[in-house]
């Protein structure tokens, strides 16, 4: 590599650098606050003299994250394992049937991502309470897999197209597979790539939803955690620390997740072009 090479090549280091330091800056500033007492006055800058988990334990009861983060974790897996299953195999026949329907249904799908999900929320609401579903977690994941729907089956028919060929599943079809013989055994196991991005983009947005939560599950029993947060936020405006402990445990399981999904969809991009 010339001397421009290796000068440009440290520029673009350096901006990527900082780039990535700007955007942890709230982390850092968020986990400093949680681990200092009520009493502690020093710049937010700094670490804590001290460790103390005082405001994560106190967090955990009084805010009662024990229920929400359950019901988040069934509400936000219900949602996803749904839209797995039904979103690839809808996907499958709009992507290999070049038919005129097929094309105008892919279409509709794709339309409907352009209307906002608020616009439905008065007659969904109207709709839920005549059928009784209010408060209930069976509607949050309903609501959920219907706003995404559109969005995994567009992303897992062009997957479809672009990635995987004919020839797999034409050669099981002589050899007398069944549709969904070959749909399972074939062209789902050359989906993780595209169902890692359906789960990192449908699983964050349904973890951190509240504006569905707010209306649908108004009992304090069924409440996710944004919603748990945000009435628990009101009531300890004064104690940062306390605030910090419960966004730091709210946002850690979606943390974890995504940064191994992130693994996992580098290594299901490099099996699924081998297999391909």
């Known amino acids: 590599m010339d001397r421009l090479g290796r000068k440009k090549k440290t520029i673009l280091t350096s901006i990527a650098l900082f780039i990535t330091l700007f955007h942890l800056i709230p982390f850092y500033i968020l986990l400093t606050t949680a681990f200092k007492t009520r009493g502690d006055f020093s710049s937010k800058w700094s670490l804590p003299d001290y460790l103390t988990f005082e405001n994560f334990v106190s967090a955990w009861e009084r805010a009662n994250l024990g229920t929400a983060l359950m019901n988040s974790v069934l509400i936000t897996s219900g949602a996803a394992i749904l839209l797995i299953f039904f979103g690839s195999m809808a996907a499958y026949p709009l992507a290999r049937r070049n038919t005129k329907l097929n094309k105008v249904v892919l279409l509709l799908f794709?339309?409907?991502m352009v209307i906002p999900p608020l616009a439905a929320l008065v007659p969904l609401y109207q709709m839920v309470v005549n059928i009784g579903m209010l408060n209930t977690r069976t509607i949050a994941i309903l609501n959920n897999f219907a706003a995404f729907i559109p969005l995994t089956i567009f992303l897992y028919a062009g997957f479809i197209k672009s990635t995987i060929p004919k020839e797999l599943e034409e050669a099981e079809k002589?050899?007398?597979c069944s549709t969904l013989g070959i749909f399972f055994q074939i062209v789902f196991p050359?989906?993780?790539p595209v169902t890692a991005s359906v789960l990192i983009i449908s699983c964050v947005f349904i973890w951190n939803d509240y504006q569905f939560a707010i209306f649908f599950l108004q009992n304090k029993e069924v409440h996710t955690l944004t919603v748990a947060l945000a009435s628990f936020f009101g009531q300890n405006q004064n104690n940062?620390?306390?605030v910090a402990a419960a966004?730091?445990?709210?946002?850690?399981p979606m943390t974890i997740l995504f940064l191994l999904l992130q693994k996992y969809f580098i290594a299901g991009l490099a099996s699924g072009s081998v297999k391909g």
Do not use: E, N, R, T
């Open 247 to 252: 966004a730091s445990m709210a946002m850690l």
């Open 190 to 192: 050359l989906l993780k």
């Open 174 to 176: 002589i050899d007398g």
């Open 110 to 112: 794709v339309s409907i």
């Open 240 to 242: 940062l620390g306390l």
